[in-house]
């Protein structure tokens, strides 16, 4: 009997003590699963990083603001370079157009008509323009007018063209400064009524003369003149 209560307490303790191990062995595998799980749970929220790209489709918005604010910079000024740039222009194209004046009066000749001062004949412009619209006697010789064309020509009794006139719009919008700073001072000035001749050598041939009324103070015609010819009244 007293053995058989040994054998019976030695299991009973046995049993105890593997239940002691058991224990012991889940607390380790729960805490082993614990850091397992933990990393188990945390790996689904990686899946976020796609939202990543969305600065991605900020900066691609960007470049197409860019272009507007650029236009918008741009215009004033390119419109204010436009400006200065238009007024800058004036006077080159005073001066080159000074220049091409006495450049062309050197051959008797206005700008944009071939029929020259002492060369031409008035038979020969009529050939191909037609008659003029008016044709009058005045100082020394005969001045016929194309009103359209804006040139008039003084021509002699023998025909030979002795003043080529033009009254072209560019030409007017000249002033004696302008005139003067490119040409200089002239070598003879007149009067006429209201009118001023400002008058300048071109050569040994033709004087360039530009007739200014004091009324307006800008052209009104310029005159490439041969007084030769107008001397001459039966050349031909």
């Known amino acids: 009997m007293t053995t058989s209560l040994k054998t019976i307490t030695g299991i009973l303790i046995l049993a105890g003590m593997l239940?002691?191990?058991?224990?012991?062995?889940?607390?380790?595998?729960?805490?082993?699963?614990?850091p397992a799980a933990a990393s188990a749970t945390a790996a689904p929220v990686a899946p976020a990083a796609p939202a990543a790209p969305q600065p991605a489709a900020s900066s691609s918005s960007a470049p197409s603001a860019a272009p507007a604010e650029a236009l918008s910079t741009a215009s004033p000024s390119a419109a204010g370079g436009g400006a200065s740039a238009s007024s800058a222009a004036e006077p080159q194209d005073s001066s080159k157009l000074l220049e091409e004046l006495?450049?062309?009066?050197?051959?008797?000749?206005?700008?944009?008509?071939?029929?020259?001062?002492?060369?031409?004949?008035i038979d020969d412009v009529e050939a191909a323009w037609g008659e003029p619209d008016t044709k009058e006697a005045a100082g020394k010789g005969i001045y016929a007018t194309y009103s359209k064309k804006h040139v008039v020509f003084g021509f002699n009794k023998g025909s030979r063209i002795f003043d080529v006139r033009s009254s072209a719009a560019n030409l007017q919008k000249l002033t004696l400064k302008e005139i003067e700073a490119v040409l200089g001072e002239p070598?003879?000035?007149?009067?006429?009524?209201?009118?001023?001749?400002?008058?300048?050598?071109a050569g040994k041939q033709y004087e360039l003369k530009f007739i200014?009324?004091?009324?307006s103070g800008t052209v009104d015609h310029i005159s490439v003149f041969s007084e030769q010819d107008s001397i001459n009244n039966m050349a031909g």
């Open 212 to 215: 200014i009324p004091e009324a």
């Open 102 to 121: 006495l450049e062309l009066a050197r051959e008797g000749k206005v700008p944009d008509v071939e029929y020259a001062a002492h060369t031409g004949l």
């Open 187 to 201: 070598e003879n000035t007149a009067v006429n009524g209201g009118d001023k001749i400002y008058m300048y050598q």
């Open 19 to 34: 239940g002691l191990t058991g224990c012991s062995s889940g607390s380790n595998d729960a805490a082993t699963a614990s």
